[in-house]
């Protein structure tokens, strides 16, 4: 059963990573690491597919805010916790919003749309959405490199196969398991304060 899974992981473990990527990825990306220090992938093949993903989601999102701005679906998305909060500091500091946006989890969507509804122009985007993936790939990709590398360490290069790809799972689901603790604390924090503010407001 492993072995299958490990040579489905050989096959398609890259575009698994990519597609993870578009959304909010950093389980996929350390995992494409993860699996580079075992040598299923090659490194600069994670953080290709790790990079290409991440810029790829965050353009589709810029691009759903900047030509689909009255779709109900956008529409939706405006209405969700932080939106108010990710526009206004797009329009305060649009540079350092596009680039550090990615790096607080479960803003990404909103503030690619946010983004896309700016006055933030498509080049400007692009180059800062390009520099702002690449690092966040090589920091994810890279944790996962020497998650791979402490694991050795502890168990001995004799780490089977299998047992490898086990660990690869769980440090996946415990990645991805945190993750959303931490988007559904922060999401409460942005209810709060844009209820704090509509109050304020009115």
């Known amino acids: 059963m492993t072995d299958a899974i490990h040579r489905l992981i050989e096959q398609y473990g890259l575009i698994a990573v990519f597609l993870g990527c ?3 990825g950093e389980s996929a ?6 699996f580079a220090h075992q040598h299923i ?17 965050d353009t589709a999102f810029f691009t759903l805010g900047r030509s689909f701005a009255d779709h109900p679906y956008v529409v ?11 526009y206004r500091l797009l329009n305060t ?4 919003f596009v680039l550090t946006n990615r790096y607080v989890y479960g803003m990404r969507l909103v503030g690619g749309i946010a983004a896309g509804l700016s006055t933030v122009s498509v080049p400007r985007f692009v180059i ?5 993936s690449a690092v966040w790939a090589t920091l ?3 944790l996962g490199y020497v998650f791979g590398l402490g694991a050795e360490r502890i168990v001995g290069q004799a780490f ?4 490898r790809l086990l660990v690869a799972l769980a440090v996946g689901i415990a990645v991805a398991v945190l993750a959303g603790l931490i988007a559904h604390h922060f999401a409460g924090r942005e209810r709060a304060k844009d209820a704090k503010e509509d109050r304020a407001g009115s």
């Open 22 to 24: 578009v959304a909010e």
């Open 29 to 34: 990306a350390i995992l494409g690491g993860f």
């Open 41 to 57: 992938f090659v490194l600069w093949q994670a953080f290709l597919a790790a990079f290409l993903g991440a810029f790829a989601g």
């Open 76 to 86: 939706r998305l405006r209405r969700r916790p932080g939106f108010r909060r990710a």
């Open 93 to 96: 500091h649009p540079n350092i």
């Open 128 to 132: 800062l959405n390009a520099i702002s």
């Open 140 to 142: 994810f990709a890279t």
């Open 160 to 163: 089977a196969r299998h047992e």
